[in-house]
């Protein structure tokens, strides 16, 4: 006659969904999660629901990216952008990241542009904007709060700026949002 074994296991509460880590959010990843837990201690969903902006800012420019070159050569290298609306144009300006930005950004697309101008010789110019392509959910939006979260250099090394914690922390409310208590 065959032994028979019974494995008795003892109920545990559910893991509380806020004490998960980050990597399995939407726009995160096991390398995102690790870089914001060694820059900015946030190693769980709670972690990151607690990490507050520190300033928020409606700014945001709304046209159609009508040119893009780059300028100089070796460490003076930088991409130059135009962006068009009604009233005339915007220089966009980086200076890191020229190749990542050459090969996502699309010519003679819509896109809301967020930040600081500033005014260079005769002209706007906004160096490093962060840049969202206009579809058909964000048309409908007319004025956002940008928010702006404290980051470290390296953090911009890999481009996790305020807009990936906003978006991880949109992810985050758009599915969970009734695990969460007032």
């Given amino acids: 006659m065959p032994k028979v074994t019974f494995i008795i296991f003892a109920k545990s509460e559910p893991m509380n969904f806020f004490e998960n880590t980050l990597q399995y959010i939407k ?3 096991p390398k995102r999660a690790q870089l914001l837990a060694e820059e900015l201690d946030i190693h769980t969903i709670k972690d990151l629901l ?3 902006p520190y300033k928020h800012i409606d700014i945001q420019t709304k046209g159609i990216l009508t ?3 780059t300028v100089g050569e070796g460490r003076k290298k930088r991409l130059v952008a135009e962006l068009r609306d009604e009233t005339g144009s ?3 300006v ?3 990241g020229v190749k990542w930005q050459e090969k996502h950004l699309q010519l003679n697309k819509p896109y809301i542009v967020y930040g600081r101008p500033a005014l260079f010789g005769s002209h706007y110019n906004i160096a490093h904007p962060e840049m969202e392509l206009i579809s058909q959910q964000t048309k409908k939006i ?3 709060l940008h928010a702006y979260y404290h980051t470290t250099e390296k ?3 890999e481009f996790v700026y305020s807009k990936v914690l906003s978006e991880a922390i949109g992810n985050i409310l758009k599915e969970h949002y009734k695990d969460i208590d007032e």
């Fill in 94 to 96: 980086w200076f890191k």
């Fill in 27 to 29: 726009g995160m990843g």
């Fill in 142 to 144: 007319k004025a956002a």
């Fill in 90 to 92: 915007l220089e966009l």
């Fill in 67 to 69: 040119s893009l070159h």
């Fill in 155 to 157: 953090m911009k090394r």
């Fill in 50 to 52: 607690e990490y507050f």
